[in-house]
């Protein structure tokens, strides 16, 4: 999951913030 989400983060407008909260269980971009 996490490198789904990285990889679409980096895509994104803030990719090399892109992670995910496991503490949330969100992403955050």
Request: net charge positive; charged share 15%.
């Amino acid at each position: 999951m996490n490198i789904a989400i990285n990889g679409f983060g980096r895509i994104g407008r803030l990719g090399f913030r892109a992670g995910w909260d496991n503490s949330k269980g969100q992403a955050y971009f």
